[in-house]
């Protein structure tokens, strides 16, 4: 297809989803400038809102789901307020890919009606509204996932009668649960980017330095929550999909080991390749607010209803468990040791995130938990098998989809479209290759037993998710920190810090001792500016329990020595 | 290599294997051929043995372990039967392939001193033998898995510093929990066969009617444990591989889902193939001896030792909740409900089968269970899929160990090693289509609640193993019965049933009504007459303490319905 036709489908289609927010919505003078206002975020977007609106959206989803559970918030207003300050986000930063909030607010009026008459929520989700990444299928709605070619299509083939009819698995128990869904938010064409970019909406921007990146591949999740246009959205994670957008945004996402959110129904990149999964979670302000949403979707029991989730229900003991260790700690016993892995011998960390690093290892330690080096085995070793395993089709898949419409591809793709396919034998060896590495790590992991000090080995560790603060354009290419995650099939939660302070993030200082050419890379102090800085607190396979409570509990702590 | 060399480096190894076995413990006189006597097991072993050894061998696991771990019997006086009596069973059937009775002695000489000095057992398995199909790495013995070229090597490799060191995760495991290992098993070369055949040991003959096969691949242990040579052992399943020799010995055998028994170091065939993993079960005469082997393991938290197992321990709660469904159906309710699936549409079943079909079926209704047809989605799709993924690499694997001697493949292996490789974009839309049939075969298991009349869906349903009894050699080549199940990732408990019998299952008679066509295919009353019949057990992902109750249950009451 020519550049004319996909551009103009494209221009077709952002254009549709501008229009579908409602004149009163609109933003009426033009935006200043990132050179001139960073931050849209707070008092800039307030600006639009009614007092009642900042109340509302500004609430996080536990307490949303309290007021909407009572009857003392009605769904409707609810929704609406959220409506109305996603279309500002949209306006401001580009996140949206899908707007319905028409439908949305007739599915709450439903909700307030079933409420007047029962007097009883529908669900532990009663009214909450919740966003979702551009690679949910909702009845009704179109999905592009950023690829020209989708658009008026299934997943990109033609007159398919699945087209708007489908419901991807979680959005069917997302219903069931009570939540109001109401917009789909943007992602980099391939889903293999680190940065939000397609050839329709354009860029996503970062809401808290509109000159860095919101991140990627869920990067209009991270924008749009960022902004307080949702509560709480899912995105996708094969590589750092949600930690990524979640860490740039100064939010809370986890990635999940694989199986436990049920991505059944849900259309991907590289669909097939079971290497490395791509697995779902949830993006919120808060971790108790993940934690919600985590436990409500495994009562729905998705091992039910898709055939590679794994019958895990919420484990409260675990919890409990973990709330014990805390509270040992807080009463003096060293009952919790960490590991802090400050940086991977390849990507090279800036100085925010060195900053990061101490900040959270003085938290550690102010709160008597064990501390000890992050040793593992070679991460290049674990870089070089992700590599392997997402150039594996030699990005025949991507090719493909960008080749529907003859859409260049964004330069931001960490995948190679003209690469050579591996053979069955081969692939073989590289998974055999993947589970020894599993099983190396595994056994360091095991083997610090010896040197915590709790008799355990350690319950979680620090890293970073990425060499950098809230990316500069086109400058995302190590993805390593999060992806390592992924192979591992380990369980991370992207955990807010600080922002980057060009006055004390300065490129010269020696910050990591004899690792100063770490930190004297491509570091640009005076854009960085405000960019969040976020840690992956990591646990071992399956405890998302387990790191949902830490999380909260390390996240406020963590909040508190960054002022 | 030319024939002469592997000829004698695999008759070498078969001697070798021979020459293990103490004086005492040899056959002074040839056994009848098979065309005279069948069946070895029962009296004809018997009378080798002393009435204390035959006492012993004739225990089951659960048993054994009550009076070894109360010092009722010792360690040692239980090994020594069971070696003396898989001495006796390797030279009637050819069903071992390595012989370590002295460490085994050693080692429960220690466990009788344990004993003395704590008065307590070491394990949950104190002093139980187990056997091990020769797909285990055990220290000090080789693992040849039936290749020429792997004898004098570690999986192949010359030279490896790993030859006779290592130990797979299990087996470390079954030492930790007090089990006593004394022997590995037979195997087909390849592993990818209902039979067991090998170029080193030769052909393992099924122990009820030696003219017959013992089925593969786990044939060795089938045949063993037939005998009383072994209480339990553990084989592999990627496609029947437990569940084929379990059956045609008359057997009990767990297929569980991929994850629960740790895989991890453990050799293979076409290692890293993750479109089906092949998975670890254990065989027995009684179901309660699964439930042990299988508990007990997963206390050992398999999950911290390999990344492929998951954090799921026994769920007694599931045992307990199943036995009050067994107790109100015994009470009037119709409480649990099966399907049964007589033949897939694809693999005629023999006469023998059907009646095993009836068998079943009349005891279930005698017991109060409601019984529903299976009508799943189609079977000839999920054998279709089967056949793409072990031809994925077009044999290349095999092909690669088989010509590390040269030797020749047996006849009976499914696998064809001149086939294609695939590559990944056509792997991952494999993968993708086998995802969406184990959605269709959800989507019908879970529409079953309309119709059982227990407001739920089926507890389980019932279907052949394979179209026959123990099979007449290089007849074994329709492996969907049970490779469909492997395909789904369920769990699957084989359960015997009856014997063939030449005066009741005539070839003539239309046992299915009017299917007639299904059983009168290669079925030979004659010399199927007195093979083990069985059937599967099978159900839902991750059920094995659900599957594991049942089957002891009803497998009980159909032992008595069959008589």
Known sequence: ????????????????????????????????????????????????????????????????????????????????????????????????????FDAAIENAKQQDEYYAKHKAPIGPLHGLPVSLKDTFHVKGVETTMGYIGWINTFEGNRNDPRSGQEESELVRELRVLGAVLYCKTSVPSTLMAGETVNNIIGYTWNPKNRLLSSG??????????????????????????????????????????????????????????????????????????????FKAVLAQEPWLHDPLAFELPWRDQIVEDTKVLIDKAKAGSSALAFGVMKHDGLGRIHPPIARGLKIVEQTLRRL???????????????????????????????????????????????????????????????????????????????????ITGTGRPVDAFFCPAAPHAAVIPKEFYYVAYTGIINLLDYTAVAVPVTFADKKIDVKSVNVLGDDTEHVQWDYDAETYDGAPVCLQLVGRRFQEEKMLTLAEHLGEEIAQDAK
């Open 368 to 450: 008597g938990h064990r501390v000890i080096e992050w040793k593992p085995p070679s991460h290049a070793k674990g870089a070089e098998l992700l590599g392997q395993i997402f150039q594996m089709d030699g990005g025949a898949d991507l090719k493909y989809h960008l080749g529907l419409s003859g859409e260049p591809k964004p330069a931001q793709v960490i995948v190679n479209t003209e690469g050579n396919e591996m053979t069955a034998y081969a692939i073989a060896a590289l998974n055999v290759a993947k589970r020894e590495y599993q099983k190396q790590y595994m056994d360091y992991w095991n083997s610090t037993a010896a």
């Open 216 to 293: 990627g591949s869920s990067g209009g999740e991270g924008a749009l929550i960022a902004l307080r246009g949702s509560p709480v959205g899912f995105g996708t994670d094969i590589g750092g999909s949600v930690r990524i957008p979640a860490g740039f945004n100064s939010l809370y996402g986890i990635k999940p080991s694989a199986g436990r959110i049920p991505y059944q129904g849900a259309p991907n990149s590289m669909d097939g390749q079971s290497s490395i999964l791509s697995v779902i979670g949830p993006i919120a302000p808060s971790a108790r607010s993940l934690a919600l949403l």
């Open 1 to 100: 297809m020519p550049e004319s036709t996909w551009n103009t489908q494209g221009e077709a289609k952002r254009q549709s989803v501008l229009n579908l927010i409602p004149d009163k919505w609109r933003l009426k003078d033009p935006v200043p400038p990132a050179a001139e206002l960073r931050d849209v975020t707070g008092n800039y977007i307030r600006q639009f809102l009614t007092e009642r609106e900042t109340e509302i959206t500004e609430t996080d989803a536990v307490d949303i789901v309290a007021q909407t559970s009572t009857g003392n918030w009605t769904a409707v207003e609810v929704i609406e307020a959220f409506c109305h300050r996603a279309a500002l986000a949209h306006q401001l930063v580009n996140c949206l890919h899908e707007i319905f």
